[in-house]
């Protein structure tokens, strides 16, 4: 599949359509600021807000204001100032009409017109919700496309919410955009350790070389939040926390994770190799899987999920799900896969952890297993546990660690969101960090049987775990099933882990 590599660099005109919203004012136009800051965005660039609500230019940007990042203080209230003279808002009225895109046209061929440009660079971020994507995309075709120049659609998720959705919204968006066209948005993928995983596997010797089936006993992704739904209940309740980040954040993870080198750092290089590893997966277990809802706190002070008035009564919602992956290839035959994410836990971490398989018996009979922990967040890190004799006259061991912690390492070093590297990304053509419509494919095709049985009348009843806990009370039996061997009377802290994360 060929890949349009041409950069935008200069007169770049960026739409960011729902430009009144929250994505558009706690994510998008933070990270079109944050590059401009830092030297990413050229100054003549134009960036339009488009929306249905009544604004004035100063109301928007009182919106947007209080989330841009300004790390130098003072020093970047005058990036401030010209960043937002290059907005302009523009209220479009009904998404579905033609007005408000016929005056956007207008602008834009002003814009180009002042500055002599004869082949178009445009931008188009859709920060909408699903209900209005394909009417804005078929405004955009429709009025604002050019075929002289370049342009790309920026996408945000959900990508449907079954094969059946998926397929329906690629079927409805491939008459109006080529796939190099296309840059389907998950903010994971610019994070700063997920793109760091190419590099930390297939960089190292001593990594790459154990990276299988022989060294690898378990592999476990994990996402927890401290946090209920607080309201938006109403929301989830439709969505699920697979839906919400295993179908797509922690997949992503895992594929990268566990796919082969690429020929190269080419996009379609990259993603086909994604597409490899996803094919190679087993269809979902329904009777390997753990899955949850959280109740009331141990203490009462915080409410059950079924509290939260906008969730259906009775509702069988999962805030809580484990569940295993098989890799059918000679890599990774026969090692348990383990993916889990949950609410209302007692963290907030989202990290991989690779346990090694035990040093040979004898004089190593009790000897810890060696691991791999790559934490994504907070604080992203990448520490290896390994076993040291201790100081002195001992022949016994002790567990330490190899620790690599950004925020100590990397003091000098700007490290974007991820929001501002999928941008820059799609400013430069480059596809490597976002979501193929055959990758799409795939994994909906291994989730949504899987939804199909877990929300189905038939399906059992989520085990309720209490707010803050570690989740489900079968969490510690599911793991050690799959391969994992606890360590809870080794005397072993890291800086930044919490009390009680050794046994997770």
């Known amino acids: ?9 200069t007169d770049v005109i960026i739409t960011v359509f729902g430009a009144s919203g929250d994505l558009a004012k706690k994510k998008t136009f933070p990270a079109l600021f944050g590059l401009f800051r830092e030297g990413y965005l050229h100054e003549s660039t134009k960036i339009f807000g488009f929306a249905r609500s009544k604004l004035t230019g100063s109301e928007l940007r009182q919106r947007i204001e209080p989330h841009l990042e300004k790390p130098n203080g003072k020093q970047d209230d005058e990036k401030v100032e010209q960043f937002f003279k290059l907005i302009q808002y523009h209220e479009g009225g009904a998404y579905d ?35 209005v994507f394909l009417s804005v995309a078929e405004q955009i075709k429709k009025i604002l496309y050019t075929t002289v120049g370049v342009q790309r659609v920026i996408v945000e998720k959900p990508f449907g919410h079954d094969l059946e959705s998926a397929r329906a919204l690629q079927n409805s968006l491939s008459p109006l955009f080529t796939e190099d066209e296309i840059y389907r948005i998950d903010h994971y993928l610019g994070k700063e350790m997920v793109k760091n995983l190419l590099q930390l596997r297939f960089g190292n010797t001593f990594l790459n070389a154990s990276w299988n089936k022989d060294f690898i006993q378990s592999i476990q992704v994990t996402f927890k939040e401290p946090f209920g739904t607080e309201g938006r209940g109403g929301y989830f309740d439709s969505i699920g926390i697979v839906r919400d980040v295993m179908q797509n954040h922690l997949l992503q993870i895992l594929t990268l994770l566990t796919m082969e080198r690429p020929v190269s750092f080419d996009p379609e290089d990259v993603r086909d190799e ?106 992203a890190s990448v520490y290896m546990k390994m076993n040291a004799k201790t100081p002195g006259l001992s022949t016994t061991t ?16 700007w490290i974007p969101q991820a929001y501002e590297v999928l941008i820059r990304d799609a400013l430069l053509g480059d596809h490597s960090n976002f979501v193929r419509d055959d990758e799409l494919e795939v994994s909906w095709s291994l989730f949504t049987p899987f939804l199909n049985y877990i929300e189905s009348p038939d399906a059992p009843a989520p085990e309720l775990y209490p707010y803050g806990s570690r989740g489900p009370s079968g969490f510690k039996e599911y793991m050690m099933k799959h391969g994992y061997k606890f360590q809870d009377n080794i005397n072993y802290s890291w800086p930044i882990i919490s009390p009680g994360e050794e046994t997770h």
């Open 398 to 413: 002790q567990v330490t660690d190899l620790d690599l912690t950004y925020s100590t390492r990397f003091k000098d070093f």
């Open 97 to 131: 009409e033609d007005q408000g895109y016929l005056e956007l046209l207008k602008e834009f061929q002003k814009v180009e017109a002042q500055k002599n440009i004869t082949h178009p660079q445009r931008l188009y971020y859709l920060a909408l919700p699903p209900s």
């Open 274 to 379: 994604k597409v490899k590893v996803l094919k190679a997966m087993a269809p979902i277990d329904h009777n390997d899987i753990l899955i949850g809802q959280y109740g009331k706190s141990e203490d009462g002070s915080k409410p059950a999920y079924l509290d939260d008035e906008t969730v259906q009564p009775n509702s069988k919602c999962v805030t809580y799900c484990a569940m295993s992956f098989k890799i059918e290839n000679e890599r990774w035959d026969g090692v348990p896969v383990v993916m889990r994410a949950g609410k209302a836990l007692n963290e907030a971490k989202v990290e991989i952890r690779i346990q090694y398989k035990p040093a040979a018996p004898g004089v190593f009979r009790h000897i810890p297993n060696n691991e791999l922990v790559i934490r994504v967040q907070p604080d």
């Open 1 to 9: 599949m060929a890949c349009n590599r041409e950069r935008f660099e």
